[in-house]
């Protein structure tokens, strides 16, 4: 059995009675050599992997993990590799069990019982290592584990890898002047120990809890300025960091528990100091994040951290001391001992037997079963019976219901005369399309939340609010680092923000402005994008926020997978260039009209017409990216919505 990652609107089209069909992927073997050098960590081996994979190019295959170097990796090091599939582009990245999956399991609080279940079964089913060692591939990608040196990626992408020790010579740690007083260049205002599997990886949390025991011993601090959080995955962390004496070794230097969930990673790590924040505005600072998570885009962090990097959570520490990311992590000093002599990382480190031993004698199964086995405890309360109809309120802010047979969802799709929302380079994300951070007052969320009467400080991030239409739909390219380029500078450079020009009158607006523009005139709208469009977390309202603007196609040179079915269970055609052709070879500038036509067809070769404002007209050949029948039927309904409705009066629904 196996798990996989689908659209919110895809899984809520299996909710609501219907197939979820999947094209058949590509499985790609991928060998892992050698083994991990000391002092790396499973976060450092994660980012290296993403870097390459990404180049590989494995969108939407599975990845089967297997060779000398993945039987050395535990099961937590495994997870942390494959948990970071969506950074990479896979559906799925999987590991063979063997040893390290038992030694888990008992380390988890299972039974005996239980675990002699599992090996039965999977050396039984042919899914045991040796069943798997002569399994042959069409593609095998190799990977060397003893290549991979300390590491952090960004800014601003998962797989923008960069050694630390390049970090001077890439022009991250360059050269800066202190001055007493006053933050530094690249001040690191928030140093988060975040992400699910990264702090639920007993190797990579201790590692970060014998760092923090080291400089306490030493008397370092973290900087006053940085926003230092500890938010594990699961409740079992803190129980075995207590075991260990780390728990307040942590504390001490800032990294207390805040929460068991996603925070910092999806943009909720709260406002800053207001002191420190009047600072970034008055002096314009550079002010960055470094945390453990597995995202790091653009806007995505906090407002105003103007870029983040990802790092393991010894790493994460370690920026917390040093404060500024502007400074050589591998050989500027941290502070200094008494008698003068520097205290450098490789003085914080914790050795591979360190960090074994702790976790050897400190986690332990009882405290998984102390932290899991409750929440399997069913209890039925008995009371008085609970409407299955939502009491819908017409004023909230949180959760309002949907216009999804109202408005541009109403009407019919023409795929005639669309006018560009948006043209877009490569690697788009849906923090980009649909951002989840913190709403600004001077947003148009901000605005419209500051009409209802909800005070600032109740804001809160726009993922909160994501069940408010209203609010959801005005942060729809609402990242304050998008890069439209048909809004450009007097030098002809693309200007930063949540921006378009809005046709024929070439004005340029603020992009909720440009939309109620749009949706006021019944024009129906296009994106043109380039490569990897949709990349990041899966979510519902990059596809549901463009949609309702009246969007109803997309061209793109290519599509993440999940993205690519959420938009589909929109309404939305999306559709891709050929090879050789892409906005710039056919020097679109959002000026032109669109008219899609051809049969809509699984794959099938439609033309897209595009008529320049001199009278040129053009005719694109695209490919339908409709991939299955199951989606045509969607798609030509409207959306999943829409097809459930239409079988339901039909009484194809029981």
């Known amino acids: 059995m196996i798990a996989v990652g689908v659209g919110g609107l895809e899984a809520e089209n299996v909710m609501l009675g219907r ?23 499973a976060t450092d081996i994660v980012l290296s992997l993403t870097e390459f994979l990404r180049q590989q190019k494995v969108v939407g295959a599975y990845l089967e993990f297997r060779g000398e170097g993945a039987a050395a990796l535990t099961l937590g090091d495994r997870a942390t590799i494959s948990n970071m599939a969506p950074e990479y582009g896979a559906t799925a990245a999987m590991f063979f069990i063997d040893q390290q999956t038992l030694d888990y399991l008992r380390l988890t609080g299972r039974t005996d019982t239980q675990v002699a279940l599992v090996e039965n079964y999977a050396r ?16 095998t990608l190799r990977f060397d584990l003893s290549s991979v040196v300390r590491t952090m990626a960004g800014p601003s992408n998962p797989h923008a890898r960069v050694a630390t020790s390049d970090l001077a010579a890439k022009g991250i740690a360059k050269a800066w002047t202190e001055t007493p007083g006053l933050m530094p260049d690249g001040a690191v205002i928030i140093a988060a120990i975040t992400s699910c599997t990264n702090t639920s990886n007993p190797r990579n949390v201790i590692a970060a809890g014998l760092i923090a025991r080291k400089a306490n011993a030493l008397g370092l601090t973290r900087k006053p300025w940085v926003k230092s959080s500890l938010a594990p995955g699961s409740k ?16 001490q230097l800032g990294f207390g528990i805040v929460a068991f969930a996603c925070t910092t990673c999806n943009g909720m790590s709260g406002a800053l100091d207001p002191k420190i924040q009047q600072e970034i ?23 105003y951290a103007k870029q983040a990097f990802l790092a393991s959570p010894a790493l994460v520490v370690a920026y917390a001391i040093a404060g500024t990311i502007r400074f050589d992590i591998e050989k500027d000093a941290l502070g200094h001992r008494a008698d003068g002599s520097p205290i450098l990382l490789k003085d914080l480190w914790p ?26 405890r069913v209890t039925v309360e008995h009371g008085s019976p609970v409407s299955p109809l939502y009491d819908w309120r017409p004023q909230s802010t949180y959760i309002r219901r949907p216009p999804y047979w109202e408005g541009a969802l109403a009407k019919p799709r023409t795929l005639t005369g669309l006018r560009p929302l948006a043209l877009l380079g490569d690697n788009i994300t849906t923090d980009h399309l649909s951002p989840s951070n913190a709403i600004m007052l001077d947003s148009a969320a901000g605005e419209y939340l500051a009409k209802m009467g909800l005070p600032e400080e ?34 002809g450079s693309v200007r930063a923000g949540s921006l378009a020009r809005v046709e024929p009158e070439g004005q340029v607006l603020r992009m909720w402005e440009a939309i109620e523009t749009y949706m006021q005139r019944g024009q129906p709208l296009i994106i043109v994008a380039g490569a990897d469009y949709g990349q990041g977390s899966s979510r519902d309202w990059a596809a549901k926020g463009v949609r309702l603007a009246g969007v109803e196609a997309i061209i793109a040179a290519s599509f993440e997978r999940i993205h690519r079915t959420n938009l589909v269970g929109m309404g939305v055609l999306p559709l891709e260039f050929l090879p050789g052709q892409n906005r710039l070879t056919l020097a679109l500038d959002g000026t032109e009209l669109y008219t899609v036509t051809g049969d809509r067809t699984p794959g099938a070769t439609l033309s897209v017409r595009i008529e320049r404002r001199n009278g040129e007209v053009v005719d694109v050949p695209v490919r339908c990216r409709l991939d299955t029948a199951e989606e045509v039927s969607i798609y030509e309904a409207g959306g999943v919505l829409q097809r459930f409705a239409q079988d339901f009066l039909q009484g194809k629904v029981a």
């Open 19 to 41: 197939a979820s069909w999947m094209r058949l992927p590509d499985i790609i073997g991928v060998e892992l050599e050698g083994k991990p050098q000391p002092g790396i960590t």
């Open 124 to 139: 039984t089913a042919g899914l045991w290592a040796d069943a798997l060692a002569t399994a042959q591939y069409e593609r």
């Open 236 to 251: 079992t962390v803190a129980l075995y960091l207590e075991e260990a004496g780390l728990k307040t070794e942590l504390e």
């Open 281 to 303: 505005i008055d002096r314009d600072l550079y002010a960055t994040a470094v945390l453990s998570g597995n995202r790091n885009f653009d806007g995505r962090i906090h407002p």
């Open 351 to 376: 050795t591979d037997a360190e960090i074994d031993a702790i976790v050897a004698s400190s986690v332990k199964p009882e405290q998984f079963r102390k932290v899991y086995d409750p929440m399997f």
């Open 458 to 491: 109740d804001s809160n991030s726009y993922a909160t609010h994501r069940g408010d239409h209203l609010t959801a739909q005005r942060a729809t390219f609402a990242n304050p680092t998008l890069k439209n380029e048909m809004v450009r500078k007097d030098d």
